[in-house]
């Protein structure tokens, strides 16, 4: 997850035994919340595709609000 191009998709979260969540999330939640997608250190040597993954998703036409980091 870690290695993924942008911050808010690197969460994940799983139903411990006992009822509670365990968030594992290596880039925080801060982005995910506020509607912000950065990438991640990973994707500044890979640019183009954090850009054409960016387009194919139309993640702004899906989330008014949504704030999309060009670099």
């Known amino acids: 997850m870690a290695h993924w191009l ?3 998709t690197c ?4 139903l411990e035994g006992d009822g509670r969540v365990n968030i594992l ?5 801060d ?5 912000h997608v950065r990438p991640t250190p990973a994707a500044q ?3 183009d595709q954090y ?6 998703k139309n993640w702004v036409g899906l989330w008014p609000g949504l704030y999309v980091e060009e670099l």
């Not at 999330?25 to 939640?29: F, K, M």
């Not at 982005?31 to 509607?35: N, T, V």
């Not at 850009?51 to 194919?56: C, D, F, V």
């Open 31 to 35: 982005d995910l919340l506020s509607l």
């Open 25 to 29: 999330a290596p880039h925080g939640v």
């Open 51 to 56: 850009h054409a993954r960016m387009a194919a």
């Open 11 to 14: 969460i994940a979260a799983r």
């Open 45 to 47: 040597t890979k640019m």
């Open 6 to 8: 942008e911050t808010p």
